[in-house]
Structures are given as structure tokens and as C-alpha cells.
């Protein structure tokens, strides 16, 4: 159900709520990445009817995580409405932009979109009455390159090779798209990419000097 729901959110066409400066924040028409994925980066606040959770995905100088919110609300009613995300660094509020909160007449839960924020390290991110502070949330801090499978439907795609697409989300951090198996190279580390089944694609967040994408021979650059 929630894959669906993300799938869906194409009609949004991912628009920016943030800033630009120390945080900012984007809905993602993604789904929320699968178990596997959050092993290392998940952690959570709230409760088993409400409940804030994050995936990190690197921290390096910015952190970036995926983040979203639900409440559990099995009435069969339509819900749309904005709500109010916070980013706090030492007790000042230094971002605070409403986001899409929705529930379709079959769901069983209010939810947010998959966000993506850009916050400095140790910042609290608040959603509702829930807080987590990145990264300290999840006991781990991921440095570049990470990369997160799911699934999602872009618009907008850049094509710079064949067989390779990508979009920019923000900062160092993309969506990318490939046909067979790609190499993600960042100075002297490479990573295996590995095939991708329908709708899916991975965020990949790069170092701060960029790196290289590799598929079918052909490279392209991007940038940190």
C-alpha cells in the first residue's frame, strides 16, 4: 500500500519547500526504501499509531536523510492537508515549511510523502509532536557514497549516456536510473550497481569531489 501511495505522488512533481542555506527540505515521489535498505540508517520516534522515522543517508559537512510521518487513521475518508516540518540547531528553529500530509479513502494511514532534508550535523528534525536528531538517531553516520534502492516515478530526467538518467535532488545527492549493471566510482573507491526491476532506482548521495557513473562503458560525472 505504501509503495503505491509513493508511486502516486508523480502528481505532486516532487516540488521544492525548502531553502536554500544551512537546511532545506523536498517532497520525493518515491517509496519508502524496503527493509533491507534501512539496516544501518533507520530510526524513529512516536508510537505504533504515530510515528516519525528517518533513513540517513550521509553526512558529510551537510547531513541528508530521508524522512516521513504517518498516523494511523482507518476511517474511510479523504484527508488533505498541509503540516508543519521544523529543523532546530541548538534550540533555534532554522527551517520551517509545511508539507503534504493525505490520506486516499482505502488507507489506512495519514501520511506524509518521502521527504528528503538537507540539515546540519546534530540538527532535530519535528514533525507533529515527534522529533529525531540526525544523525545521532540511528547510531550510525554514513559517509559518501551511499546508495538507497526503491522505487519511484521522476519527470525531468537528465540523459547525459546511453543506457544512464539521472536527476539532481539536491546538493550532492541524486536519483538515478540505469539499464543492466552500472559502477559507481568515487576517487579510489568503486561501488557495483547493481541491475534494477521496474519503477526502481536508487538515491546516491556523492563525496564532496563528485564521482563517476559507469554503464556499458560509457562514464558520466556527478558533481558533489
Known sequence: ??????LLLIALIYLPTGESGKADVKELPIAWPPAGELLTRWCSSGSRSASVEAALISCEGDCYTLVRYWVFFPADVEIRKDIPVRVSEGGEVILER???FYKR???MYIHTPVLLLKLPEGAVVTIAN??????????????PPQVIYTKGIFTGWKQPVEGLKYVRLMGGVYALNW???????CGTLTLSLRELGENELAIVSVTKGGCDVEVGGRRTHLDG
Open 105 to 107: 479513502l482505502m488507507d
Open 179 to 185: 539499464t543492466g549493471t552500472a559502477k559507481l566510482t
Open 1 to 6: 500500500m505504501v509503495v503505491v501511495a509513493a
Open 130 to 143: 515527534e522529533s529525531v536528531e540526525i544523525p545521532s538517531c540511528s547510531e550510525h553516520r554514513l559517509v
Open 98 to 100: 509545511n508539507v503534504t
